[in-house]
């Protein structure tokens, strides 16, 4: 079984700084693409960042040159550091991750629970 545990969300004013991580953790065998998705109230669910397993990287145009995201492959996680912060940055996020739990078996989409996030004005 693949777990994926999220922390850091909170409420932050506007402007300020917060850092999520994401721990992937079970029967891995190797993971793919990992990122971070958010879903406001009354909104679909929609990327905010993600992370191939060598590195590169791809932003939405909203949070380009404010967040950042990251991993560690050795430790299976990816994290996601927001600055800059704006009200129309809260929403719930969710960490993602594609993962091949076994040699033989093919990849499959994981998701976190969620963490809240709430940036104040």
């Known amino acids: 079984q693949v777990q994926l545990v999220e922390s850091g969300g909170g409420l932050v004013q506007a402007g300020g700084s917060l850092r999520l991580s994401c721990a992937a953790s079970?029967?891995?065998?190797?993971?793919?693409?990992m990122g971070w998705y958010r879903q406001a109230p009354g909104k679909q669910r929609e990327v905010v960042a993600t992370?191939?397993?060598?590195?590169?990287?791809n932003y939405a145009d909203s949070v380009k040159g404010r967040f950042t995201i990251s991993r560690d492959n050795a430790k299976s996680t990816v994290s996601l550091q927001m600055n800059s912060l704006k009200p129309e940055d809260t929403a719930v996020y969710y960490c993602?991750?594609?993962?091949?739990?076994?040699?033989?078996?093919?990849?499959?989409?994981?998701w976190g629970q969620g963490t809240q996030v709430t940036v104040s004005s």
């Open positions: 992370i191939a397993s060598g590195g590169n990287s």
């Open positions: 079970g029967r891995i065998f190797s993971i793919n693409d």
């Open positions: 993602y991750a594609n993962i091949r739990p076994t040699i033989s078996i093919t990849w499959i989409d994981y």
